[in-house]
């Protein structure tokens, strides 16, 4: 029997800074949730005063996960150690896998005023930590974007919706990264493979999740911008709209069940391999 997954936790994010002093939205990598495997971190960033964010991240390194920056509104200028440099615009997505080092800088600049996006971190496996970094940028045009007959508008960054394979490929935790909205009075509901993590990460409007069919597992909760959905495990997703619109993010992947060892922008297995991390950063071994 198909099982419709339940809401089990709703996180309200924490304003932390970081960076040369960047304000942001933090749902994941909290006292309240360390890590939701295999995803390690998710930030919110944006806001209508550039004093908020335009210290930006100088060069910083990273090692052991990828980063995936997706953008709503403003720039981010960048470079990195493979030599890459350019600015991600609106509605561009770049999908870094740093593997064995990278050091890189990502500095948001305002458009019309405005500069809005999103940050996750995915662990990567005990055996692909040390793997050779790369970097796919996929600009807005390449991301495939589904209009349904009730309404429902969907951007797929990466993973499958109705045959349509996403624009990021071939990553280890085999992610879904869907940019969903919903209209008013409508619905949506998304296959998600059994056992994967999966959650809603809601920035506009509102709108219910759960299962909220008639029957004896009807549970259904509530929730606005901007708040995190945790689901438990199942088979589909269900959200739904009354009289307002919702707007969210819909991210899953497959846990790696394996130890953490997390020191800022570094994330390993073993305290051993954070102190090899930080010995080959001092003798300017990192970037390999
Ligand atoms: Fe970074």
Not at 100 to 119: A, N
Not at 155 to 181: Q, S
Not at 209 to 217: A, K, L, V
Not at 267 to 283: G, H, K, P, R
Request: charged share 25%; net charge negative.
């Amino acid at each position: 029997m198909k099982v419709t997954r339940q809401v089990i936790e709703v996180i309200d994010p924490i304003y932390v800074m970081e960076g040369a002093g960047v304000r942001l939205r933090r749902s994941i990598a909290t006292q309240k949730l360390d890590y939701l495997d295999p995803f390690l971190l998710f930030d919110h960033f944006g806001s209508e005063d550039p004093n908020d964010y335009l210290a930006g991240f100088p060069m910083h390194p990273h090692r052991g996960i990828e980063t995936v920056t997706y953008m709503l509104d403003g720039l981010v200028n960048h470079k990195d150690s493979m030599g890459n440099s350019g600015t991600l615009e609106k509605n561009d997505v770049q999908w870094m896998t740093s593997g064995s080092g990278i050091i890189h800088e990502e500095m948001p600049k305002p458009d019309k005023g405005k500069m809005e996006g999103f940050q996750l971190w995915i662990n990567l496996p005990a055996k692909l930590k040390m793997t050779t970094p790369r970097y796919q940028e996929v600009k807005s045009t390449q991301i495939p974007e589904l209009h349904c007959e009730n309404g429902v508008k969907v951007r797929i960054i990466a993973g499958n919706m109705d045959g349509v394979k996403g624009a990021v490929t071939e990553i280890f935790a085999d992610p879904m990264y869907l940019d969903v909205i919903i209209p008013r009075n409508s619905s949506f509901k998304q296959p998600i493979k059994r056992g994967h993590t999966v959650f809603a990460y809601v920035f506009e409007g509102e709108g219910i999740f759960g299962d909220f069919e008639e029957g004896s597992s009807k549970r259904e909760t509530a929730v606005s911008s901007t708040e995190m959905v945790i689901f438990g495990d199942g088979d589909y997703i269900k959200a739904k709209t009354d009289q307002n619109y919702v707007r969210f993010l819909l991210i899953s992947g497959k846990p790696l069940n394996e130890p953490i060892v997390r020191y800022g922008p570094f994330v390993m297995n073993t305290s051993e391999e954070i102190e090899q991390a930080l010995i080959d950063l001092q003798t300017d071994n990192f970037v390999k």
